[in-house]
């Protein structure tokens, strides 16, 4: 694991987007796996404007997404579906066939993760998943006690994460769906490649417990020690409990 220390959130958010976008130049039809939440937003805000100025094509490119939350529609503005149209999607040229969420309205959702997964098999496997991490060191919405060898499923939602995600839901933790679609931490971890961006003070302790171990599933994003080609990105105030 390498870990790259940042002054704050825009230069982590730069170096981010920069590896993203040479990862990308190096293979077209690069097969992205991508997260949501605030600290993404500025990464994706980023790829755009290299899309727009610099041209960054992603007209080859795939991309898997780790999670939605079960019982939203994908035209639900509080859906992660809506929140990649609105931060990425739209504003590049990937087509739209090739971008993937797990489907929060899976009347069965044991099939609906057994598809997901056959889907990125059939796309020839994540060569770069970005994460990144829950105040409680999840990845994707991998809680504690998460199966370190889990693939996607439905997974009932902490109270602490629902209180975390509860900006998109007018700010009450009871509006937050109570379980959602993940990819699993072993779907994460059978990615080529792995950023972990983490930015500000709240996420210092669950970062320090992730990079620093012990290996445990109580601590889902401790399970990066174990893959072999893992970048951890992180701002001064991530980074100070290092
Ligand atoms: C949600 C997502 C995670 C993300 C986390 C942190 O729980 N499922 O993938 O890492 O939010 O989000 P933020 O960047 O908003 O702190």
Known sequence: MEIVVRPD???????AARLIAARLRARPALVLGL??????????????AMHRTGGLDFASAASFNLDEYIG????DPRSYRAYMQAELFDHVNIDPVRTHLPSGLAADTTAEGAAYEAAIVAAGGIDLQLLGIGENGHIGFNEPGSSL???TRDKTLSRHTRAQNAEM??????????????????????????????????????????????LTAMVTASA???????????DEAAAGRL
């Open 149 to 151: 060898a889990s693939r």
């Open 35 to 48: 997260a949501t939440g605030r600290t993404m937003s500025d990464i994706y805000a980023r790829l755009v």
């Open 169 to 214: 839901f007018g700010g009450d933790p009871a509006a937050v769906p109570a379980r959602a679609m993940t990819m699993g931490v072993g779907t994460i971890l059978a990615a080529r490649e792995l950023i972990l961006v983490a930015t500000g003070a709240a996420k210092a302790e669950a970062l320090a417990r992730a990079v620093e171990g012990p």
């Open 72 to 75: 939203l529609a994908p035209e």
């Open 224 to 234: 990066i020690q174990l893959h072999p080609l893992c970048l951890v990105i992180a």
């Open 9 to 15: 959130r825009q230069a982590v958010c730069d170096l």
